[in-house]
C-alpha cells in the first residue's frame, strides 16, 4: 500500500469552524448577564436571552464536534477566522433581538448588533425609553466585548491557540501600524491587555456609582464608555443627569480608552518612561487640548457659554468623546458654529491612539504621515539627502511609512464609494458621507453633524448592510476585512 503524506489545506476550514464554535460558547457565557437582569426587573425577555444561549451553546457543540487533520493556522486562516468571528458574533448577538420582538426585521437587528461588537454606536431604535433593561445592557455588553477585541480575548482564555496561529490571530485583529507583544507568549500578551481593561472598566463604574446615577446605570455607562461604544440606555443619554462630575469622570476614562493599551499595561507594572517617550501619545494630547481650546472659543463667539464649566469641561469632553469614538454629544453642540462642526469631523477622522478601543485613522498614522510629507519637501531641496521618519526617537522603515499612507489613501477611498453608493440610493449627500465616516470610524453620534438624529430606520436594507460592512472594516483596521474581497486572498 502506497501511503500519501497529508499536506495541510491552503484554508483550514474545518479548524476555523471549530475555533468558531469555541467562541460561540463565550458568547453564551455574556448572555448571562442581561439574563440574570431580566431577572432582576421581572421582564418578560428572559425567554429570548434562554433562546440565545441555547442556540449558541448547541450551535457552539456542534462545531467543536469537528475534527480537522490539522490545526494549524496560517496568515489566510487567520484572516478568514478574524472577519467571520465578528460577523458570527452580530448574527448570534441578532437572537434576543428577534425573540423580544424590539425590532421588527432581521436587518434592524443585525445591524443593532454589529454596531454594539464594533463599537461604532449607531442605533436603530427610534427611541429608547420603554426598552427594556436586559436588552439594554446586552447593547452594552455587546460594547465591552469587542471594545478590546473578541479575538483577543479568545486568546487570553483559550491558550492553547497560542500554538495554533495565535500571532498570526493577534496581528489580524489588533489595531496599529505595529503589534508590539508585551510577554513571551501572544495568551500572556491577551491577558494582560483584558486586565488592565477589566480594571479600568471597574474603576470607572465605581466612580460612577456616588454621582446621580443608580446602579444600572453606572454599569451600563461603564461598559459602553469604557469600550468607546458609546451606546445610550435612553433617549436624554448623559443630559438626563448634567452633572459636571459624571462628564469629568467620562473624559478621563474615554481619554484612557484611547490610549494605546500596550502603554497602560506598561505603566501599571511601574514602566513609565514608554508613556513619556511615546510621539502618538504626546499628539493625541496636544490634539485634545487645541481641540477644547478652539471649541472654548466657539462656545463664547456664538454666546453659548452660561458658566465657566461651559468653556472648560464641556468642550473637553466633547472632544474626548469624538476622537475617542465613543460619541457621547453634550446636548446643544449644534449651536456651536460651523468651525466647530469642521473640528467635529477633523477628530473623528483621526481618532485616537493605535492599539486602543478607539476608531478612526489613528494618530500614530497621522504622524508617520506628515512626517513623510516634510522629508518629502526636504528632498525636494535636497536630492541627495538621506533622510528617514523618525517615530519615538527610532527611525521607520520605508515599509512602514508605505503602509501608513496606503491605508490613509484606502480609508479615504473606502468613504467616498461607500458615500456614493448610499446616494444612488436616494439618501442625502450630507447625511450619506457622514453616516459613512461614523461607521468607518465607529464613533456613532446618533445624530448628524447639525443636531438632528438621525432615522436608520429609513435607510434602504442595502444601505444598512453596507454600512454593517464599513463598520465591521473599520474596527479591523480596513485590511482584513476588504482583503476578503480581492482575488489574490482565495488563489494558492
Given at each position: 500500500?502506497?501511503?500519501?503524506?497529508?499536506?495541510?489545506?491552503?484554508?483550514?476550514?474545518?479548524?476555523?469552524?471549530?475555533?468558531?464554535?469555541?467562541?460561540?460558547?463565550?458568547?453564551?457565557?455574556?448572555?448571562?448577564?442581561?439574563?440574570?437582569?431580566?431577572?432582576?426587573?421581572?421582564?418578560?425577555?428572559?425567554?429570548?436571552?434562554?433562546?440565545?444561549?441555547?442556540?449558541?451553546?448547541?450551535?457552539?457543540?456542534?462545531?467543536?464536534?469537528?475534527?480537522?487533520?490539522?490545526?494549524?493556522?496560517?496568515?489566510?486562516?487567520?484572516?478568514?477566522?478574524?472577519?467571520?468571528?465578528?460577523?458570527?458574533?452580530?448574527?448570534?448577538?441578532?437572537?434576543?433581538?428577534?425573540?423580544?420582538?424590539?425590532?421588527?426585521?432581521?436587518?434592524?437587528?443585525?445591524?443593532?448588533?454589529?454596531?454594539g461588537f464594533t463599537t461604532t454606536?449607531?442605533?436603530?431604535?427610534?427611541?429608547?425609553?420603554?426598552?427594556?433593561?436586559?436588552?439594554?445592557?446586552?447593547?452594552?455588553?455587546?460594547?465591552?466585548?469587542?471594545?478590546?477585541?473578541?479575538?483577543?480575548?479568545?486568546?487570553?482564555?483559550?491558550?492553547?491557540?497560542?500554538?495554533?496561529?495565535?500571532?498570526?490571530?493577534?496581528?489580524?485583529?489588533?489595531?496599529?501600524?505595529?503589534?508590539?507583544?508585551?510577554?513571551?507568549?501572544?495568551?500572556?500578551?491577551?491577558?494582560?491587555?483584558?486586565?488592565?481593561?477589566?480594571?479600568?472598566?471597574?474603576?470607572?463604574?465605581?466612580?460612577?456609582?456616588?454621582?446621580?446615577?443608580?446602579?444600572?446605570?453606572?454599569?451600563?455607562?461603564?461598559?459602553?464608555?469604557?469600550?468607546?461604544?458609546?451606546?445610550?440606555?435612553?433617549?436624554?443619554?448623559?443630559?438626563?443627569?448634567?452633572?459636571?462630575?459624571?462628564?469629568?469622570?467620562?473624559?478621563?476614562?474615554?481619554?484612557?480608552g484611547g490610549v494605546n493599551f500596550?502603554?497602560?499595561?506598561?505603566?501599571?507594572?511601574?514602566?513609565?518612561?514608554?508613556?513619556?517617550?511615546?510621539?502618538?501619545?504626546?499628539?493625541?494630547?496636544?490634539?485634545?487640548?487645541?481641540?477644547?481650546?478652539?471649541?472654548?472659543?466657539?462656545?463664547?463667539?456664538?454666546?453659548?457659554?452660561?458658566?465657566?464649566?461651559?468653556?472648560?469641561?464641556?468642550?473637553?469632553?466633547?472632544?474626548?468623546?469624538?476622537?475617542?469614538?465613543?460619541?457621547?454629544?453634550?446636548?446643544?453642540?449644534?449651536?456651536?458654529?460651523?468651525?466647530?462642526?469642521?473640528?467635529?469631523?477633523?477628530?473623528?477622522?483621526?481618532?485616537?491612539?493605535?492599539?486602543?478601543?478607539?476608531?478612526?485613522?489613528?494618530?500614530?498614522?497621522?504622524?508617520?504621515?506628515?512626517?513623510?510629507?516634510?522629508?518629502?519637501?526636504?528632498?525636494?531641496?535636497?536630492?541627495?539627502?538621506?533622510?528617514?521618519?523618525?517615530?519615538?526617537?527610532?527611525?521607520?522603515?520605508?515599509?512602514?511609512?508605505?503602509?501608513?499612507?496606503?491605508?490613509?489613501?484606502?480609508?479615504?477611498?473606502?468613504?467616498?464609494?461607500?458615500?456614493?453608493?448610499?446616494?444612488?440610493?436616494?439618501?442625502?449627500?450630507?447625511?450619506?458621507?457622514?453616516?459613512?465616516?461614523?461607521?468607518?470610524?465607529?464613533?456613532?453620534?446618533?445624530?448628524?453633524?447639525?443636531?438632528?438624529?438621525?432615522?436608520?430606520?429609513?435607510?434602504?436594507?442595502?444601505?444598512?448592510?453596507?454600512?454593517?460592512?464599513?463598520?465591521?472594516?473599520?474596527?479591523?483596521?480596513?485590511?482584513?476585512?476588504?482583503?476578503?474581497?480581492?482575488?489574490?486572498?482565495?488563489?494558492?
Amino acid at each position: 500500500m502506497r501511503l500519501t503524506r497529508y499536506t495541510k489545506p491552503y484554508i483550514n476550514v474545518m479548524m476555523i469552524i471549530r475555533v468558531l464554535g469555541w467562541l460561540l460558547f463565550i458568547e453564551s457565557f455574556f448572555m448571562l448577564i442581561p439574563l440574570v437582569t431580566a431577572f432582576i426587573y421581572g421582564e418578560e425577555e428572559y425567554s429570548s436571552f434562554l433562546w440565545g444561549i441555547g442556540i449558541s451553546v448547541a450551535a457552539g457543540l456542534t462545531m467543536t464536534l469537528l475534527r480537522p487533520r490539522s490545526r494549524d493556522m496560517g496568515k489566510r486562516d487567520a484572516i478568514l477566522l478574524t472577519s467571520s468571528v465578528w460577523v458570527v458574533f452580530s448574527l448570534f448577538g441578532t437572537i434576543p433581538f428577534i425573540f423580544s420582538g424590539v425590532h421588527s426585521s432581521f436587518t434592524n437587528a443585525f445591524f443593532e448588533s454589529m454596531s454594539g461588537f464594533t463599537t461604532t454606536g449607531l442605533s436603530i431604535f427610534p427611541s429608547l425609553d420603554g426598552i427594556p433593561h436586559s436588552i439594554l445592557i446586552w447593547r452594552c455588553v455587546m460594547q465591552w466585548i469587542g471594545g478590546l477585541g473578541i479575538i483577543l480575548f479568545t486568546l487570553a482564555v483559550l491558550p492553547t491557540l497560542n500554538s495554533q496561529g495565535g500571532i498570526q490571530l493577534f496581528n489580524a485583529e489588533v489595531t496599529g501600524i505595529t503589534h508590539d507583544k508585551l510577554r513571551p507568549r501572544v495568551s500572556s500578551t491577551a491577558k494582560g491587555l483584558w486586565m488592565v481593561y477589566i480594571v479600568l472598566t471597574i474603576a470607572l463604574i465605581g466612580f460612577l456609582l456616588p454621582s446621580e446615577m443608580d446602579i444600572f446605570d453606572a454599569v451600563c455607562y461603564g461598559l459602553s464608555t469604557m469600550s468607546t461604544g458609546g451606546f445610550a440606555i435612553n433617549d436624554a443619554g448623559i443630559g438626563q443627569w448634567d452633572s459636571v462630575y459624571i462628564k469629568i469622570v467620562f473624559t478621563v476614562f474615554m481619554f484612557m480608552g484611547g490610549v494605546n493599551f500596550g502603554l497602560l499595561f506598561q505603566a501599571a507594572h511601574g514602566h513609565m518612561k514608554p508613556l513619556r517617550l511615546n510621539d502618538a501619545l504626546k499628539w493625541y494630547f496636544r490634539m485634545l487640548v487645541t481641540a477644547a481650546a478652539v471649541l472654548a472659543a466657539c462656545i463664547i463667539y456664538t454666546g453659548n457659554a452660561q458658566s465657566l464649566a461651559d468653556v472648560t469641561v464641556t468642550p473637553l469632553f466633547q472632544a474626548v468623546s469624538l476622537s475617542s469614538s465613543t460619541g457621547l454629544t453634550e446636548p446643544g453642540f449644534n449651536l456651536w458654529g460651523p468651525l466647530a462642526q469642521f473640528v467635529f469631523l477633523c477628530l473623528i477622522f483621526i481618532g485616537a491612539c493605535a492599539g486602543s478601543t478607539s476608531g478612526g485613522a489613528k494618530v500614530d498614522r497621522l504622524i508617520v504621515v506628515l512626517r513623510n510629507m516634510r522629508n518629502e519637501f526636504f528632498r525636494i531641496m535636497h536630492p541627495n539627502a538621506v533622510v528617514t521618519v523618525r517615530v519615538n526617537g527610532k527611525g521607520t522603515s520605508s515599509g512602514l511609512v508605505q503602509k501608513a499612507v496606503n491605508f490613509f489613501l484606502l480609508y479615504i477611498f473606502v468613504i467616498i464609494i461607500s458615500g456614493l453608493l448610499l446616494v444612488c440610493m436616494g439618501l442625502p449627500l450630507a447625511d450619506s458621507f457622514f453616516s459613512v465616516l461614523e461607521a468607518i470610524s465607529n464613533a456613532g453620534l446618533g445624530v448628524n453633524i447639525e443636531g438632528v438624529p438621525t432615522d436608520y430606520n429609513a435607510y434602504p436594507e442595502a444601505g444598512k448592510y453596507l454600512l454593517t460592512l464599513v463598520m465591521l472594516a473599520g474596527r479591523l483596521e480596513l485590511y482584513t476585512v476588504l482583503l476578503l474581497f480581492t482575488s489574490v486572498y482565495w488563489k494558492k
